[in-house]
C-alpha cells in the first residue's frame, strides 16, 4: 500500500537530505515500524512550498485490528 506524507519546509531545510532524512523519520513514527519503510518518490511543489514523498507500508493484518481485553 502506498501512503503520502506533505513536508513542509522552511529556511534551515534547504538540502534535499535532509528532507529525505525527514521522510523516512515520519514514514517510521506513522507506521510504528523500527525500520524505515521506502521512499518511493520524493516531489517539490513550487506553487504550494511544499514536498510530498510517497512511501510504501508493508501491510500486517494484526496491526488493522486492535486487542480485546
Do not use: C
Not at 525527514?22 to 523500527?34: D, G, L, N, P, V
Amino acid at each position: 500500500m502506498l501512503k503520502a506524507l506533505v513536508i513542509a519546509t522552511h529556511e534551515k531545510t534547504t538540502e534535499l537530505g535532509s528532507i529525505w532524512a525527514i521522510a523516512r523519520s515520519e514514514a517510521r513514527k506513522r507506521e510504528q515500524s523500527k525500520e524505515n519503510p521506502p521512499i518511493r518518490a520524493l516531489r517539490y511543489f513550487p506553487e504550494l512550498s511544499v514536498y510530498v514523498a510517497v512511501y510504501e507500508t508493508v501491510d500486517n493484518p494484526a496491526q488493522n485490528f486492535k486487542q480485546i481485553r
